[in-house]
């Protein structure tokens, strides 16, 4: 079972932008489905935005036209470029190939 582990998360201000890796722990060829989730203090984890193996992108309402995931296979790693921060944006970011199994994540704060 491939594992992730997200990094690229911090501070950031408002209207600043992040880019967030997930790196796999073995190869993501195969997985036909990948998802950037995020979890608020208080909130539910909810989806942000997902990828196929054929490159179909979808977005929460939330985040289009600032947010745009991506997958590197030859470096197993997927990404997700977040541009025009806005607070509401603040959590801990999590990607999965399930939605049901977890790594540490990584957290983000926009924030003046």
């Known amino acids: 079972q491939v594992q992730f582990v997200e990094s690229g998360g911090g501070l950031a201000q408002p209207g600043g932008s992040l880019r967030l890796s997930c790196a796999a722990s073995?190869?993501?060829?195969?997985?036909?489905?990948i998802g950037w989730y995020r979890q608020a203090p208080g909130k539910q984890r909810r989806l942000v935005a997902s990828?196929?193996?054929?490159?179909?992108?979808n977005y929460a309402d939330s985040v289009k036209g600032r947010f745009t995931i991506s997958r590197d296979n030859a470096k197993n790693t997927v990404y997700l470029q977040m541009n025009s921060l806005k607070p509401e944006d603040t959590a801990v970011y999590y990607c999965?190939?399930?939605?049901?199994?977890w790594g540490q994540g990584t957290q983000v704060t926009v924030s003046s």
């Open positions: 990828i196929t193996s054929g490159g179909s992108t």
């Open positions: 073995g190869s993501i060829f195969g997985l036909y489905y």
């Open positions: 999965s190939a399930t939605g049901t199994d």
